[in-house]
């Protein structure tokens, strides 16, 4: 799957109509006829943005009701901030002493010290923390777990250690460390994994998000995170936690795995009905409800599936627009056919193509499927469907791609290349990104994921703050 940025303008507010106004314009200039969903954070501006472009862009689906896909890069980022406000004392300890020796060039070289006095398996040294990113506190833990056992040897060289911060760490602050490291881990995994570009990961949301919860759920057993994990819960439930404010793509997408399809489907809505029931349900008035929804989500993707046979005029589904009774008649008795015809005596329903591929039987799962693949060697046997498929697998359900734009843009406008206009920058950037190769990762790691918001307020601030003075961009 590509991934290109086709234009890169500057905007002079940040008001959502505005905003909308400037994405019209690159739509119509790209030709553009049709735009099925648009994935942004959760800034109250795109909210605005998103409900001007969905009045004024034509034959959007369902009146725009599932035209808007929220970031789940920065859903995660807000839960996890939501879960480090509450400090930990043991978090805090490493946090102070860490602080601590960054803070000197002479003590920074005697923990190096200790580090090879001990034999530590690690080459990597204590990293700082930014407070507003919640990946540095990761980061920042998980390299004083791995050497622990320098901050022993560094207070026996360094005899103000234990006076000059409040409490030295112990192997038992270490201990309820790695349970923090091991709870963050999968914040970490689920937000590297949701910032790649260059597959399709729609039809993975759901399993995603109920991966999460259900790792809050278990966690909130644990003693040591009965104060962090329920503000956790209370942000998740704010985005995911109702499933009728999800967009039906994220489940078509699910039917559109031949791994998953219904049975998989119908798991997943058991497992929401379990999460967000108000009152006691038995489990079988969750099962009749779950299957009412698979049924209802089918109604709803067959509807979206006519719209392609609507829109794609093609000999090779031209007579799968709708399902028929074929009847065999006696031609020469008009009488008897429509007895026939009456009692449905040999016939049968002809299916559409979306009912012949919804009613076969999920493949083999396999860890390294490719389901684009899959799609493209099913495309003679399923052309519409897999036109749909092909629609419908390319959203994205995160910002990180185009937001690691930004970062190029930083790239760009530097101390010795300043003087460039607008439409230079765009030029630029632009022609960089479709000239890259198509799967050069988009991001090194996790850490430049977090950073592009206040890459991208840095690089606003200077190209308004240049163009009051009368000058072109400029960024320090």
């Known amino acids: 799957m590509h991934k290109r940025v086709v234009n890169f303008r500057e905007v002079d507010t940040h008001k959502g109509e505005d905003m909308a106004r400037e994405l019209l314009v690159c739509i119509h200039e790209w ?3 049709k735009v099925m969903s648009m994935t942004v954070d959760n800034a109250k501006s795109n909210d605005v943005a998103i409900k001007y472009l969905v009045k004024k862009l034509p034959n959007v689906y369902d009146n725009g009701n599932q035209f808007h896909i929220r970031c789940m890069a920065h859903i995660i980022n807000l839960i996890v901030k939501m879960g480090l406000k509450h400090q930990n004392y043991h978090v805090e300890c490493v946090q102070n002493t860490v602080k601590y020796i960054r803070g000197s060039t002479q003590r920074i070289k005697k923990f190096k010290k200790a580090m090879k006095d ?17 990946n540095s506190t990761f980061e920042l833990l998980t390299s004083a777990y ?17 006076k000059d ?4 760490p112990e192997f038992k602050d270490f201990e309820e460390i790695k349970k923090t490291i091991d709870f963050l881990e999968k914040f970490k995994t689920k ?70 399809k219904s049975q998989f489907l119908l798991y997943t809505f058991r497992e929401m009905i379990k999460y ?3 009152q006691e349900m038995t489990n079988s008035s969750i099962e009749l409800k779950a299957r009412e929804m698979v049924r209802e989500t089918k109604r709803k993707m067959d509807g979206f599936f006519k719209t ?18 074929v009847v065999d008649c006696d031609d020469d008795n008009d009488f008897f056919g429509n007895y026939l015809s009456s009692r449905g005596v040999n016939s049968r329903m002809v299916e559409t193509e979306l009912e012949s591929y919804l009613n076969e039987p999920p493949i083999k799962y396999s860890k390294n499927f490719d389901i684009l693949s899959w799609w493209k060697l099913n495309g003679l046997r399923y052309p519409m469907v897999a036109q749909m498929a092909k629609d419908l697998l390319g959203i994205q359900i995160s910002t990180v791609a185009s937001e690691s734009t ?22 630029l950037i632009c022609t960089a990104d479709w000239t890259r190769k198509s799967r050069m990762p988009i991001m090194d790691n996790v850490d430049d994921i977090l950073n592009d918001d206040d890459v991208a307020i840095e690089l606003e601030e200077a190209i308004h703050n240049n163009k009051a003075m009368g000058k072109r961009p400029r960024m320090n």
Not at 118 to 134: I, M, N, Q, S, Y
Not at 308 to 325: H, I, V, W
Request: aromatic share 12%; proline share 4%; hydrophobic share 35%.
């Open 31 to 33: 030709g553009m006829k």
């Open 276 to 278: 967000t029931k108000e």
């Open 165 to 168: 911060v409040d409490r030295v």
């Open 406 to 427: 930004f970062s190029t843009g930083r790239r760009v406008i530097t101390d010795y290349r300043s003087n460039l206009s607008v439409g230079i920058v765009e030029a």
């Open 308 to 325: 392609y046979l609507e829109n794609y005029d093609t000999g090779l589904s031209s007579q799968q627009q709708t399902p028929q009774q």
């Open 191 to 260: 937000t590297e994994k949701v910032s790649c570009s260059t597959k399709p990961l729609i039809h993975q949301f759901t399993r995603e998000i109920l991966d999460i919860s259900l790792h809050l759920t278990n966690w909130s057993l644990d003693p040591g995170f009965v104060e962090m994990v329920p503000g956790m819960k209370e942000k998740y439930d704010k985005y995911w936690g109702d499933y009728e404010k999800m967009s039906d793509f994220v489940f078509f997408a699910v039917l559109l795995d031949p791994q998953c």
């Open 146 to 162: 791995d050497v622990r056992d320098a901050f022993v040897e560094f207070g026996m060289q360094e005899k103000s250690f234990e």
């Open 118 to 134: 001990v034999a530590v398996d690690t080459k990597r040294f204590l990293c700082g923390e930014t407070p507003t990113r919640w």
